[in-house]
């Protein structure tokens, strides 16, 4: 395995502000990158915003703006929200900066040069919400809203032409996209005819996009500029060493609203231009309010911006993640955003930093005990720490992180139980070497199982961390921690949320 990683979130679209949906993706793709990163990878981790196209002209004509006053008025709700939630992202890409533009006519001059575009008159029914032609058959099922007749010309992509070959390579590569229910759904999309894509938008109903190369009074269709991001935010046709070097993407993430874009217009848009395919397009489900898909057009969306301001952005990040199980839906809420905080964070883990600290303190004056030999219990339980270890990592590498978390929070369980069987603030008075080890065992594996959980939650794993004096790329076996090591003692790390 290739030790970079390269994972992209969708870029959302800037006529509304971001919403718990939209945190969903990016706290998800912030996981697996630092999970990565501490794992010893390379790591590239993008996400931006697709700020051209006619929901943006709307939202700006409204306001009675420019679509790019418009834009750049929204870019700091999204950049607060990233940085109010510990997003580490390498880059953020603007579908309106000049080096996103510029792969874009690039991209489009190659597939006209191979003969892969031409021009159609064409009439049908066009969904503004979903900036696309759609059949009468799409316009019945009532998914589709803003509904208009439209006739024009217009330049269109020969995506049927690689329809078997994206066939073939769903088929060859069983990762290609996951989970498999969303493999099964594109092989049965591609089943049925697959029409040739509009990729142009005429100036006179459409100004905001990128210009034609070819031709001066079209711009591009909006998906087709976006999904560009992937390539042209690493450097395509300009840094060709960063972009060979991350390329192909390890990870597309995004929910199942933008599967066929992603896993049918994106494949073929790139082997029409000969470049490798993403290793990965991995679609989660959607994050529900009341039964129904949380969305800025139906305006039942929960703002992360408030969560994370009352409650701290790991106690959101840890919901989100611990919740969904990933590929199907989840309800979200504020009962269950609390119980699953206090249960696991407050109580399990919360406790048992305390218990811990108090004990070091107390008895060994702020340092790290010696350890000394282990009985039967303290080998019993350090294989079973190990054994929940490698299950957290392997489910994470997976992409089964709500796993991965209730093996590290088990840990944590783990030690809790392992303190009450033994005891340590009575034998620290008949048997001192026992008490030692005890403590000296609790805390290493208190030390493996926040790193464990350092990608979900790195604000207050890294306290944790700071104040043993471990960080979270630290080696995860046992035998780590520094005996007589100062600690500095933190007290009530995950307060309880009262009713
Ligand atoms: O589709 N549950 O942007 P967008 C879970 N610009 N995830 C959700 C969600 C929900 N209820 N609602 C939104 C676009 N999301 C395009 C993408 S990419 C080249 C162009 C997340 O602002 C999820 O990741 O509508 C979904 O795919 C994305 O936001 C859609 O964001």
């Known amino acids: ?78 950049k607060k929200l990233w940085g109010k939630l510990h997003i580490l992202n390498d880059d953020f890409i603007r579908t309106t900066e000049i080096r996103h533009a510029r792969v874009v006519q690039n991209i489009l001059t190659q597939v006209f040069k191979k003969g892969d575009i031409y021009k159609d008159e064409y009439e049908g029914l066009y969904s503004i919400s979903e900036e696309r032609f759609i059949t009468e058959k799409e316009a019945e099922t009532g998914d589709f809203r803003d509904i208009k007749k439209i006739k024009e010309k217009n330049y269109f992509f020969k995506m049927s032409k690689y329809k078997s070959k994206l066939i073939e390579h769903i088929k060859s590569n069983d990762s290609f996209i996951l989970p498999k229910s969303r493999r099964n759904e594109i092989l049965g999309f591609l089943n049925n005819d697959l029409n040739d894509l509009c990729i142009s938008r005429p100036k006179k109903r459409l100004s905001w996009g990128i210009e034609l190369p070819f031709d001066k009074d079209y711009v591009t269709y909006v998906w087709f500029d976006a999904l560009i991001n992937y390539i042209s935010a690493i450097g395509y046709n300009d840094d060709n060493k960063k972009f060979n070097y991350y390329w192909p993407a390890d990870y597309h993430l995004m929910a199942k609203d933008i599967l066929t874009t992603h896993c049918v217009y994106w494949p073929t848009m790139l082997m029409s231009c000969d470049i490798p395919l993403p ?31 009352k409650y701290g952005s790991d106690a959101l990040r840890y919901y989100l993640m611990r919740n969904m199980v990933l590929g199907q839906d989840a309800s979200f809420t504020l009962d269950s955003f609390e119980k699953r905080y206090n249960a696991d964070l407050a109580n399990d ?25 282990y009985d039967e219990l303290d080998n019993n339980f350090i294989s079973n720490v190990e054994k929940l270890r490698d299950k957290a990592n392997k489910n994470y590498a997976n992409l089964k992180i709500h796993d991965g978390i209730e093996n590290s929070i088990s840990i944590i369980r783990l030690i809790n139980k392992f303190l009450e069987d033994k005891a340590p603030w009575k034998t620290i008075k008949e048997n001192k070497n026992q008490a030692r080890t005890t403590i000296y065992l609790s805390a290493e594996a208190l030390r493996i199982g926040t790193i464990l959980l350092y990608p979900i939650i790195p604000e207050k794993t890294n306290l944790i961390l700071e104040s043993i004096k471990s960080s979270p790329s630290d080696n995860i076996n046992f035998g780590q921690l520094k005996e007589k090591q100062t600690i500095n003692i933190i007290k009530n790390i995950f307060p309880r949320i009262q009713d």
């Open 349 to 373: 883990f919360g406790n048992l930093v305390n218990r811990i600290f108090i004990l070091i303190s107390k008895n060994f004056d702020d340092k790290i005990p010696c350890k000394n030999t």
């Open 279 to 309: 290793k990965t397009i991995f679609a989660h489900g959607w994050w529900l309010m009341d039964d129904i898909k949380m969305s800025k057009s139906l305006g039942n969306v929960i703002k992360p911006l408030d969560l994370a301001d």
């Open 1 to 78: 395995m290739s030790k970079n990683f390269y994972v992209t979130t969708p870029i959302y679209y800037v006529n509304d502000k971001p919403h718990i949906g939209h945190a969903y993706t990016t706290i998800l793709a912030d996981v697996l990158n630092r999970f990565y990163r501490i794992n010893g990878y390379d790591t590239f981790f993008l996400t931006g915003l697709d700020e051209h196209g006619q929901k943006v002209q709307e939202a700006a004509k409204k306001k009675n703006i420019e679509p790019l006053e418009h834009c750049n008025k929204m870019v700091p709700q999204f």
